[in-house]
């Protein structure tokens, strides 16, 4: 099996990042996460900022964001606790599982940015 470059893993985080960070978006716009109108809802875009924020900071590079990545997934997960707690929410259930797959796919970039930090980090060697 061939070896795959650190591009590769690193684009390949990218795109991850960008689609979690889309969908995230249009399911909060179109029709709401947590229930239609509900104020609630701005916490999901406060996360995909929160990941825009991160790898502003990191300034691209792949061991950052990585760790921007899970700092993401640690914001998304602590939104997750403080919504299904809420006394106003609906549907918690709900919540927690939505925010569990958005969790997991930015756990999932950052291990592809993760893998292209290595990548990296052994071709210098």
């Not at 960008?18 to 916490?43: C, H, K, R, Y």
């Not at 403080?82 to 939505?98: D, N, Y």
């Amino acid at each position: 099996m061939p070896a795959r470059s650190a591009r590769t893993y690193y684009l390949a985080g990218l795109a991850v990042m960008l689609a979690v960070s889309f969908v995230q978006v249009w399911m909060t716009v179109v029709g709401g996460i947590a229930g239609e109108d509900n104020p609630q809802n701005q916490g999901f875009l406060g996360v995909v900022v929160t990941a825009a924020a991160c790898a502003f900071v990191a300034r691209g590079r792949a061991p950052a964001m990585a760790r921007a990545m899970l700092a993401t997934a640690g914001v998304q997960a602590l939104l997750a606790a403080m919504l299904a707690s809420a006394p106003i929410t609906q549907e918690p259930g709900r919540i927690v599982v939505a925010c569990g797959v958005f969790c997991m796919g930015w756990l999932a970039s950052a291990g592809l940015f993760a893998r292209s930090a290595r990548q990296t980090m052994s071709s210098v060697t």
